[in-house]
């Protein structure tokens, strides 16, 4: 990769870390659904004005808007409100941790659903990362668990997004469409029960801080990141993209400890060890250097 792109990784690693601690400051003004609406839908608008500003073409057509539909359920909707729900219990470390499962996920979803079948690496990979998450999750709370399962079923709809999502180079979508397409609708699925279940009217005024946390959520951890994902996805390709992976636990991590005093415990650090070991394995480029 050039010096472009790995300042592009590292960007997008601070965007997606951010948005843990981002959602940990909303959660203390704002009930779950709203910090989640807020991220979609003020997050909808941002990428509509980088759609007209850049001339792209917003999406057409009824195909290209059911396939949309559910891409907003599985990558924003479904994974948006299990993580917000998850940090109202465990802290945004752990949270990005567990997040960082996405891509064994995604192996194992290929394997089962598509031609894409698991190697031996692979496998090891997939077993250094399931038991980074047995060591994690061992000892914890009943309510940590249940965030913990949270955060996995996020990831796990975040694996079968990926695979729904190689439909829309065939659709003929551009990435950027792809992205207002998808945060538009789960702003619009999110919306009637945002509505149902929080009465925004009748919610006291947030304080500067909460709105400013659902701002950054919205136009940096979701429109900017989105931008520069696909940026670096055409010119650093998808398998230099997985090593945002590894940094965007680092990043939360490092977030939430310094800004907001979250404790970062010995099983997380082995956690994540054995969860980054399993992702250098799928992504096989530890193995070709040794």
């Not at 397409?181 to 947030?206: E, K, R, T």
Request: proline share 5%; hydrophobic share 60%.
């Amino acid at each position: 990769m050039s010096g472009k792109d790995w300042i592009r990784l590292a960007s997008l690693s601070l965007l997606w870390g951010g948005s843990f601690f981002f959602v940990a400051v909303a959660l203390r003004g704002l009930p779950t659904l709203s910090v989640v609406w807020g991220r979609v839908g003020l997050g909808a608008v941002f990428l509509a004005l980088a759609l007209w500003l850049s001339g792209t073409a917003f999406p057409r057509g009824a195909p290209v808007w059911r396939a949309l539909l559910v891409m907003g359920l599985l990558n924003n909707a479904v994974p948006f409100t299990l993580f917000v729900l998850a940090q109202g219990r465990i802290s945004g470390g752990m949270a990005s941790i567990l997040n960082a499962t996405t891509p064994l996920w995604g192996v194992l979803l290929a394997h089962m659903l598509t031609d894409e079948k698991i190697t031996l690496a692979k496998a090891l990979g997939l077993a250094c990362g399931f038991a980074g998450v047995v060591v994690m999750m061992g000892g914890a709370a009943v309510g940590d668990l249940w965030a913990s399962l949270a955060c996995l079923g996020a990831a796990f709809s975040y694996g079968l997004a990926g695979v729904w999502g190689r439909r829309f180079r065939a659709l003929g979508v551009p990435p950027l469409a792809t992205a207002f397409g998808q945060v538009a609708s789960a702003a619009a699925l999110l919306l009637p029960i945002w509505l149902v279940v929080d009465q925004p009217w009748h919610l006291p005024m947030p304080p500067l801080d909460v709105i400013g946390a659902v701002l950054a959520i919205a136009a940096f951890s979701t429109a900017l990141a989105y931008l520069i994902y696909f940026r670096l996805l055409a010119s650093a390709g998808p398998s230099n993209l997985l090593l945002v992976t590894f940094l965007v636990p680092v990043s939360a991590c490092l977030l939430g400890a310094v800004f907001l005093a979250e404790p970062i415990v010995a099983r997380q650090l082995a956690g994540f060890g054995l969860i980054a070991l399993g992702l250098a394995a799928l992504d096989g480029r530890v193995l070709k250097w040794l």
